[in-house]
């Protein structure tokens, strides 16, 4: 038996891979220091178990709307639409089983066939997956690496457009660098797609996951709310990733369409979780404000012990959970080419894992500079420092080695 020849265009969250070799070497009784993927150790806010635990008892066991429960959609339209200065209604709002199917059922419902989009590298691997799957385009942009952290290259960006672009896919407070638009950068992002007439798919899967500072929507900008599609979720700011709880907020007619999606694909997000939604909005919100202040913690120190190694470069942002270290220097010190050698190598002599740039989109012609990406969600703080401990002197007497 044969499959579709089109499951060839679908990708995969290549992040995964690298939990299978951590998973592997921790089986053979090695200590495993998880900063591979962007998953949360931290509980769910106890309201929000008792919520739904209540919404099951309560009976909220059956079918629900195919675009929500009304009060999750009014919650989302207050709440979301509120934090971003944006006035939206419950009909700019369908309700998703997590905030990646946003990003699937978006390219579904505005790109045709050979429409080109852009989006970012490195960036979320699904989009490139998605795009290829549905028979688009990809036009990947690319970022700079500056002394002050990373910037899109908006003239290289402008160079992608073409009358075929459709769709410009952007991440602010992005996944894997951590970095974040400037004001001048986005309206400069807005504009672009103003003028080219562009849908936009806005990713704030961690428009709340901040540690100074706002964080500005794209949709607010003016010109863009009418073409602006806000991927949101419950999985980072509530520690929420295995509940599967996001939301699409937009245009009316995009919304229309993406909810006449959830009833081909799922017909709804399971019921009882939504009103664990409700309660993660309305109600008390220190238990969130303390997991972000656990991730201050978490960050703070991965940056203090990366930083104590010669030839690694990081930058400490001020939102998301990740770091994308330049780690050329180090890997010129130990004699490594190879960053995915590099990184099997320190995985064998530390148990640090991580995923390295080739996890997050395909490396563009010419690129020489080698990073990886650090994520600092899922493992405590005693054990950052003991894992950066053993992952700085393995480098340092490593490079001496070398050396002599």
């Not at 499951?7 to 591979?36: C, D, M």
């Not at 099951?56 to 999750?72: E, H, V």
């Not at 390219?107 to 028979?135: C, K, R, T, W």
Request: aromatic share 10%; proline share 5%.
């Amino acid at each position: 038996m044969q499959l579709a020849s089109r499951l060839k265009n679908l990708g995969t969250e290549t992040a995964f891979a690298v939990s299978e070799a951590a998973a592997a070497w921790r089986a053979q009784g090695h200590k495993i220091y998880p900063f591979h993927l962007g998953d949360i150790n931290i509980p769910t806010p106890a309201n929000i178990v008792a919520a739904q635990n209540k919404a099951i008892a309560d009976g909220k066991t059956g079918y629900a709307p195919a675009a929500g429960i009304p009060p999750l959609r009014e919650a989302l339209a207050e709440v979301a639409g509120g934090e971003r200065g944006i006035a939206y209604t419950p009909e700019n709002v369908a309700v998703q089983p997590g905030g990646k199917p946003v990003v699937t059922k978006f390219i579904q419902a505005v790109m045709e066939p050979g429409d080109e989009v852009l989006y970012p590298n490195p960036g979320y691997p699904i989009y490139e997956s998605q795009i290829e799957y549905f028979h688009g385009v990809g036009r990947p942009y690319r970022f700079i690496e500056t002394a002050d952290g990373f910037q899109m290259d908006m003239d290289y960006l402008e160079s992608l457009i073409t009358p075929r672009t459709r769709i410009l896919i952007y991440n602010n407070c992005q996944n894997p660098l951590g970095t974040e638009s400037s004001a001048a950068e986005m309206e400069r992002v807005a504009e672009l797609a103003i003028q080219h007439d562009l849908w936009v798919l806005s990713d704030e899967a961690y428009f709340d996951v901040r540690y100074s500072g706002a964080t500005t929507s794209i949709a607010s900008l003016p010109g863009m709310k009418e073409r602006t599609v806000i991927l949101y979720t419950f999985s980072k700011k509530y520690a929420m990733t295995g509940w599967r709880l996001g939301a699409a907020i937009g245009p009316k007619e995009a919304i229309q369409a993406i909810a006449r999606l959830n009833t081909n694909d799922e017909s709804c997000t399971t019921h009882f979780v939504q009103w664990a939604g409700v309660e993660a909005l309305r109600g008390d919100q220190s238990a969130a404000r303390a997991n972000v202040e656990t991730l201050r913690e978490r960050r703070d120190a991965t940056v203090e012990l990366l930083r104590q190694i010669d030839g690694l470069v990081v930058h400490k942002p001020e939102s998301t959970f990740y770091l994308f270290p330049n780690v050329t220097g180090v890997m010129e010190r130990l004699g490594y080419t190879s960053v995915a050698a590099f990184a099997d190598a320190a995985l064998k002599h530390t148990g640090v894992s991580f995923c390295t740039r080739m996890h997050f989109g395909r490396p563009f012609a010419g690129e020489t500079g080698h990073y990886i990406r650090f994520a600092y969600s899922g493992i405590d703080t005693p054990d950052i420092r003991e894992g950066l401990t053993l992952f700085r002197d393995w480098i340092n007497h490593s490079a001496q080695g070398v050396a002599a």
